[in-house]
């Protein structure tokens, strides 16, 4: 067994309620099963609260359902290969597929994409360059701001805005050689009208 410092030992103590040997494991740079030894070693006691919510987290049957399932289907777009078509949760009013990860309800493409990529900084939409709101493939997805968004489904005539109204022919308007699209009641410059 490793050499624990006092600075470690103590941070096990202080957090072993809150945190499960996986994710102490990560913050002190070592593995679940050193955990496992250093807290028999030192019989560091858990609350029994704490081992019941940390045995349910890691029960096969939670796993399962924590677990996110897709069917490849080939894309409209054919060269961008396969959608996944998420089928082990459900979608919202809008079509998007839903995930709870760290108390925190996430849409599944967003929660995919930041997986993949990182971070996405705030105001900004996780775009499909499929148009298909349930696919999840983080190949599929791309960053814009609301204008890229409103551009975006214009050219896709996906007829819809996240406003859920219905987006007629009538709320694009060419002005002063730009593109305007009407969101939620302003109008938005799009795109520059070449020539
Ligand atoms: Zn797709």
């Known amino acids: 067994m490793k050499k624990w410092i006092k600075e470690e030992l103590d941070f096990i103590r202080k957090n072993c309620n809150e945190l499960?040997?996986?994710q102490l494991a990560k913050v002190l740079n070592s593995n679940s099963n050193s955990i496992k030894c250093v807290i028999r070693f030192y019989s560091i006691k858990r609350?029994?609260?704490?081992?019941?919510k940390f045995r349910l987290l890691h029960s096969k049957k939670e796993k399962l359902k924590r677990q996110i399932r897709y069917k490849k289907v080939k894309c409209q777009?054919?060269?961008?290969?396969?959608?996944?078509?998420?089928t082990s949760h459900n979608k919202d009013s809008q079509g998007y597929i839903q995930v709870i990860r760290h108390k925190k309800q996430y849409q599944m493409h967003r929660y995919s994409y930041e997986k993949k990529y990182g971070f996405i900084p705030k105001g900004l939409f996780v775009l499909?360059?499929?148009d298909t709101p349930k696919c999840i493939n983080p190949n599929h997805l791309f960053l814009g701001n609301h204008t890229d968004n409103a551009l975006?489904?214009?050219?896709?005539?996906?007829?819809?805005?996240?406003?859920?109204t219905t987006l007629?022919?009538?709320?694009?308007?060419?002005?002063?050689?730009?593109?305007?699209?009407?969101?939620?009641?302003?109008?938005?410059?799009?795109?520059?009208?070449?020539?």
Do not use: F
């Open 128 to 130: 499909h360059k499929c």
């Open 47 to 52: 609350s029994k609260e704490a081992l019941k």
């Open 168 to 195: 007629l022919e009538g709320t694009i308007r060419i002005h002063n050689g730009y593109k305007h699209i009407k969101l939620n009641k302003k109008w938005v410059y799009v795109k520059k009208i070449s020539g």
């Open 20 to 22: 499960d040997n996986v």
């Open 152 to 164: 975006d489904m214009v050219q896709k005539g996906r007829g819809r805005n996240q406003y859920g």
């Open 77 to 86: 777009y054919p060269e961008l290969g396969y959608c996944w078509i998420c």
